[in-house]
């Protein structure tokens, strides 16, 4: 199935928009699916490729919006958008938000696709701006086990790019 640019963003935003339900953290008035648009817009304001971007709205789709990357497929995406997403989704078969999260990271070392890393960055990023309506507890990890940890891992492919240096400076105020 082939689409042109504009009508593929538009099936993507309608997408995240319909399955990824619910409300942000700590929050009664902020759609769960406001997370994806703000990764995408994330990626647009630093330049990124098109596929990149799409990649990026989407990163949240299989894990919380019941959808499967074979789904991506048949509603026509490109492979490059299913690959990002798929490197940047959570293993639902491990136990544990924390053994899930391990394991992306682990697939996101062996891959060394830095549009994937760039995607979760910016992905960390949001969660790191809209944390303070988590518990204290829940902050702190965010911010000094997984932030930190995404930082390191991510240095060497990003270390001069924008996107990571203002992760850099949200992770150590």
């Given at each position: 199935v082939f689409f042109k640019q504009k009508e593929i963003v538009d099936i993507a935003e309608i997408l995240v928009k319909e399955r990824i339900q619910g409300m942000r953290k700590g929050t009664v008035d902020v759609p769960n699916w406001t997370h994806s648009f703000h990764?995408?817009?994330?990626?647009?304001a630093n330049d990124f490729e098109h596929e990149v971007v799409l990649g990026g709205m989407l990163h949240d789709i299989v894990e919380d919006g019941n959808t499967s990357l074979?789904?991506?497929?048949?509603?026509?995406?490109?492979?490059?958008?299913?690959?990002?997403?798929?490197?940047?989704?959570h293993n639902m078969a491990a136990v544990g938000s924390e053994a899930r999260w391990i394991k992306m990271m682990a697939r996101l070392v062996d891959a060394k696709d830095?549009?994937?890393?760039?995607?979760?960055?910016?992905?960390?990023?949001?969660?790191?701006?809209?944390?303070?309506?988590?518990?204290?507890?829940?902050?702190h990890?965010?911010?000094?086990?997984?932030?930190?940890?995404?930082?390191?891992?991510?240095?060497?492919?990003?270390g001069k790019q924008a996107l990571w240096q203002e992760l850099n400076e949200l992770v150590n105020q």
């Open positions: 990764v995408r817009d994330a990626l647009i074979n789904d991506l497929h048949g509603m026509g995406f490109p492979d490059r958008v299913v690959a990002l997403v798929d490197l940047c989704s830095s549009d994937a890393w760039s995607i979760k960055v910016a992905d960390m990023i949001d969660n790191l701006r809209s944390c303070h309506t988590m518990p204290e507890e829940k902050q990890f965010m911010r000094q086990v997984k932030g930190a940890l995404l930082l390191r891992l991510s240095k060497p492919l990003l």
